[in-house]
């Protein structure tokens, strides 16, 4: 079946630092993935729509030059958080559909912390 | 405003009951909504998918759709501990092709 493959599973960093964050279709080609962030005990919040040979959609409210997003293949997308702070600490979460499907895939989720 | 709502609980059934979890949404053009498991630390698995009014079952789960109420629900029968997880309804809403909103998850505890 569609796998969704993110990486890394975890990364602690240092405050001023960027983190970057990978986001592979496994098996199929995605010219769309998603982007979420969610807090603790809080909901899953969509933060870019990540479009492959283009620019990414941000969502209202998240920084695009913060949270730098490429899409440079048809089974890969990064997400670079750049002069991360403790705020940014959170649960990154990517999607994607297969083609011609209506279900999302979500990769595995990275714990970022940022000390 | 909340798009998608949810009640938090937690929501504790005994082990081989029904579980029972609501969900109301605003949009009132969505035409896709999902319900997903999420356990503690890790990403949302998709459990059910529901398109039309009425009842969809499958295995252990049935999601059911009123959209005229705008409200969607998961029943999980003969609810087991490996059941308990938070779980997520997520609503396409009108136009907004493959995006997903979320609600804030309702977190189950199935009881031995």
């Known amino acids: 079946g569609a796998v969704v493959s993110q990486h890394p599973s975890r990364v602690i960093c240092k405050s001023g630092t960027s983190v970057k964050i990978e986001c592979r279709s496994l098996d199929f080609q995605a010219t769309t993935m998603f982007w979420y962030r969610q807090f603790p005990k809080q909901s899953l919040m969509l933060m870019a729509t990540s479009n492959e040979g283009s620019k990414a959609t941000y969502e209202q409210g998240v920084e695009k030059d913060k949270f730098l997003i490429n899409h440079a293949s048809l089974t890969l997308s990064t997400l670079t958080v750049t002069s991360a702070h403790p705020e940014d600490s959170s649960f990154y979460i990517c999607s994607a559909y297969i083609p011609r499907g209506t279900e999302a895939f979500f990769g595995q989720g990275t714990r970022l912390t940022v000390v | 405003q909340k798009e998608v709502e949810q009640n938090s609980g937690p929501l504790s059934v005994p082990e081989g009951a029904i579980a029972s979890l609501n969900c109301t949404y605003s949009?009132?053009?969505?035409?896709?909504f999902f319900w997903y498991r999420q356990y503690s630390g890790k990403s949302p698995e998709l459990i059910m998918s529901i398109y039309s009014n009425g009842d969809k079952e499958d295995g252990r789960f049935t999601a059911q759709l009123n959209k005229a109420s705008q409200y969607v629900s998961l029943l999980i029968r003969d609810s087991q501990p490996s059941d308990s997880a938070t779980y997520l309804c997520?609503?396409?809403?009108?136009?907004?092709?493959?995006?997903?909103?979320f609600g804030t998850g309702t977190q189950l505890k199935v009881e031995l």
């Open positions: 949009d009132r053009g969505s035409q896709s």
């Open positions: 997520a609503v396409s809403p009108t136009g907004g092709g493959n995006k997903l909103t």
